[in-house]
C-alpha cells in the first residue's frame, strides 16, 4: 500500500469498494459519476486501468462488458471528466452481489488504451468490437481486426458522424476493381486468423463450417484446423447476421425502439422488451403496477418455455435424434397459442411498453394457461426418457465440452451455462426485478459443467418455469396494467376520450414519443441464454444518446475453442446445440 494512503481524505458516503481502492492505491484520482441505475461509475486516469482493474478482479471476477460511447455530440455532460470518446467496463462481483462500472476519457487525437484480454480472455472480442465500431486501438491487443462488419468495410458505425441508413447513401454499386477486392477478401488464409502451421509438410487441414452450417443455428462460420479428424484450432467467424441493433437504438425514439428489441434474441420475444423497457422506465423514474409486473413475470417464463423446448428438440436433432423435435414444436405451438390470444403475436409480440404492457389480459386468459401447465409437465418427463436418459446421446454429451467455474467466469459465462459448473447464480434470485421476489422457485445446477448438464439444467429450468407461471395465475393482481406516468407509452386510449390534456399527450406520445431525463441506466435480466442487458444513456431527448445491448450469446461463442481443442468434429457439433446460442443475439 502506498505510504502517502494515510494522508488522504476519504469522504464518508462514497462506496466502499471506492475506499478501499483509495485505500489500496493511495490516490483519489478518479471521479464519481452519479447514475439512475445505481451501480459505482468511476471516470480514472488511462495510466491506472490496468493497475485498477487487476486489483478489482480479486472480488469483481467476471469482465460483464465492455463498450464505448462518442461523446461529441452529448450536450448534457456537467460535472463529468471532458471526454470524446470513453470506453466502458463494466464487472460483476458474485461475491459482493453488485457491479462496478468504469470508464477511461480518451481525446480523437489519442484514441489507444491498453489491452485487458490477457486478464480477461473474454475482452478478446469485446476490444475487438470496440475497435470495429468506434476505431479505439486496443494496445497489445493479439488480434485487433474487424468482427462485426467485413474486412472491407469503411469507417466505424457507432461513431456519430457515421450513418444511420443506407438512404443517407449513394446507391450501393462496385467497380471491376472491387469487386476483385471483396472476392480477395473472403479468401482464406490461416495466418490471417492467427493459425499457425507447424511446418510446410504438415498434414493439417483446414475446412471452414459454414457460413451456414454448423446445425443452421444462424449464419455462423468455423474455420477448423484438423489433424485427420482431431481438432487442432476452430476459430468462430461472427457478423454474418449484423443488423446494427444498437445503431437503430439512437436514430428512434424511445417506445419505437420496442419492437427493434424483439429481433435480438428472436427466440425470447417479449423478454428482450423486459430489461430496455426496465432502463428506460429506471431513467424515467416510473412506477410499474404490480398487475403489469406480474403479467412481466408469467409472459418471460412462457418464453423461456418457447425458447427452451426449441433448444431441446434441436440439441437431440443435432446429436442424431429425429423425433424429439416435432414433439416439441407441437408444445411450442401451444405457448405461442396462448401468447398469440393475449398479445395478438407470437414470436415477436413486442407486448411490453414503457409503464407497463400493450393490453389487459383478455378474458378466459387463465384457462388456456392452467390446461398448458397441466399438461407439460407429463410430456417433459416423456423427453427424459426419450433424450436425457438415451446411452447413445449420454455417450456424446457427458465429459464433452466440459469447463469449470473458474473457466466460465474467465469467459464471462453466465445462464445455464454458468449454472451448469455447479454455481447456482440466477439473477432472479440474486438481483429480483419485475418481482421476481415473490415467486418461489429452484436454481438448478450440474456439476460437471459439459454438454449433458447444460441440457439438464434448462430442462429443468422449464419445470421451474411452469411452478412460476402457476404462482402468477393463481396470485394475479388486480388494478391498472400499465403507469398513470405521463412519459408512459401511449396512455390509455378511454382517457383520450375525457380530456384534451390527455388527447394531446398521447398525440405526442404516439407521433414523437417521450423525452426522457438526462442520466444513464443499466439493467440486467435473467434471459433464455443468459444475462441481456440494455445499458442506455439520455441526453434529454426524445431517442437515446447511446444504446448498448449486452447479449449472452457473443462471450459464450468466443469460449468455443477452448472447449473443442483436442475433440473429433463430431464433437464440435455437440458443443454447438448444448451452448444454445442465436446468431441474431452475438451479431445484434
Excluded at 445505481?38 to 463498450?67: C, E, H, M, P
Excluded at 443517407?168 to 479468401?187: C, G, V
Excluded at 429480483?432 to 434448462?458: A, K, L, Q
Amino acid at each position: 500500500m502506498d505510504s502517502n494512503a494515510d494522508n488522504i481524505a476519504i469522504p464518508a458516503d462514497v462506496p466502499q469498494i471506492v475506499r478501499e481502492l483509495t485505500e489500496r492505491t493511495g490516490s483519489n484520482d478518479f471521479v464519481i459519476q452519479p447514475t439512475r441505475d445505481g451501480i459505482t461509475t468511476l471516470w480514472i486516469l488511462k495510466q491506472n486501468l490496468r493497475t485498477t482493474l487487476r486489483y478489482l478482479k480479486a472480488s469483481y471476477v467476471l469482465l460483464f462488458d465492455l463498450t464505448a460511447v462518442d461523446e461529441r455530440q452529448r450536450t448534457q455532460r456537467q460535472g463529468l471528466p471532458d471526454s470524446e470518446f470513453t470506453v466502458v467496463y463494466h464487472l460483476l462481483s458474485f461475491d459482493r452481489n453488485e457491479d462496478i462500472r468504469l470508464k477511461v476519457a480518451l481525446t480523437e487525437a489519442d484514441l489507444s488504451v491498453p489491452t485487458i484480454s490477457d486478464m480477461w480472455p473474454s475482452a478478446n472480442w469485446y476490444e475487438r468490437e470496440v475497435w470495429d465500431m468506434f476505431g479505439i486501438v486496443f494496445d497489445g491487443h493479439p488480434h485487433l481486426k474487424r468482427i462485426i462488419m467485413p474486412p472491407t468495410w469503411q469507417g466505424h458505425p457507432l461513431r456519430k458522424d457515421h450513418y444511420a441508413r443506407a438512404t443517407e447513401m449513394e446507391p450501393f454499386s462496385l467497380s471491376d476493381q472491387q469487386q476483385d477486392i471483396e472476392q480477395d477478401a473472403l479468401r482464406f488464409v490461416p495466418e490471417d486468423w492467427g493459425m499457425r502451421r507447424q511446418s510446410e509438410d504438415s498434414d493439417f487441414m483446414f475446412l471452414n463450417m459454414g457460413p451456414n452450417h454448423p446445425s443452421v443455428h444462424g449464419v455462423f462460420r468455423i474455420a477448423l484446423q484438423l489433424d485427420g479428424e482431431e481438432i487442432v484450432d476452430a476459430l468462430p467467424d461472427i457478423g454474418y447476421h449484423h443488423r446494427g441493433a444498437e445503431k437503430m437504438g439512437e436514430r428512434q425514439s424511445w417506445h419505437t425502439y420496442i419492437p427493434y428489441t424483439d429481433r435480438v434474441d428472436y427466440l425470447g420475444g417479449s423478454m428482450n422488451n423486459l430489461p430496455y423497457v426496465l432502463a428506460v422506465e429506471q431513467l424515467a423514474g416510473i412506477e410499474v403496477p404490480e398487475r403489469a409486473k406480474a403479467i412481466r413475470v408469467m409472459i418471460c417464463e412462457l418464453y423461456r418455455l418457447a425458447s427452451h423446448l426449441l433448444f431441446y428438440g434441436t440439441y437431440a436433432q443435432d446429436l442424431g435424434q429425429m423425433s424429439p423435435i416435432f414433439y416439441m414444436f407441437i408444445d411450442r405451438e401451444k405457448v405461442f397459442d396462448i401468447l398469440e390470444s393475449i398479445s395478438g403475436a407470437r414470436m415477436h409480440s413486442s407486448y411490453f411498453r414503457i409503464g407497463g404492457v400493450a393490453l389487459d389480459l383478455p378474458k378466459g386468459w387463465d384457462q388456456r394457461i392452467r390446461e398448458f401447465i397441466d399438461y407439460l409437465p407429463a410430456r417433459l418427463d416423456q423427453y427424459d426418457k426419450l433424450v436425457l436418459q438415451n446411452s447413445t446421446l449420454k455417450r456424446r454429451t457427458q465429459g464433452i465440452g466440459a469447463y469449470t467455474t473458474a473457466e466460465a467466469i474467465d469467459w464471462s459465462v453466465t445462464g445455464a451455462g454458468l449454472r451448469a459448473t455447479g454455481l447456482a447464480w440466477d439473477y432472479r434470485k440474486a438481483r429480483p426485478y419485475s418481482g421476481y421476489e415473490n415467486y418461489e422457485f429452484e436454481i438448478p445446477t450440474g456439476h460437471r459443467g459439459d454438454c449433458y448438464d447444460r441440457c439438464t439444467v434448462r430442462v429443468e429450468e422449464m419445470r421451474q418455469s411452469l411452478r412460476i407461471i402457476k404462482q402468477c395465475l393463481e396470485n394475479m393482481p388486480e388494478g391498472p396494467y400499465k403507469a398513470s406516468h405521463p412519459l408512459t407509452t401511449p396512455p390509455p386510449k378511454e382517457k383520450t376520450l375525457h380530456d384534451i390534456e390527455t388527447l394531446i399527450q398521447h398525440f405526442l406520445a404516439v407521433s414523437w414519443g417521450p423525452v426522457i431525463p438526462v442520466g444513464e441506466s443499466c439493467v440486467t435480466v435473467e434471459a433464455t441464454k443468459g444475462l441481456n442487458a440494455y445499458y442506455l444513456t439520455s441526453d434529454g431527448g426524445g431517442m437515446s444518446y447511446r444504446t448498448r445491448i449486452r447479449t449472452p450469446s457473443f462471450p459464450h461463442l468466443q469460449m468455443i475453442p477452448m472447449m473443442c481443442r483436442g475433440m473429433m468434429v463430431a464433437d464440435l457439433i455437440a458443443i454447438l446445440a448444448s451452448i444454445d446460442f442465436v446468431m441474431a443475439d452475438v451479431d445484434r
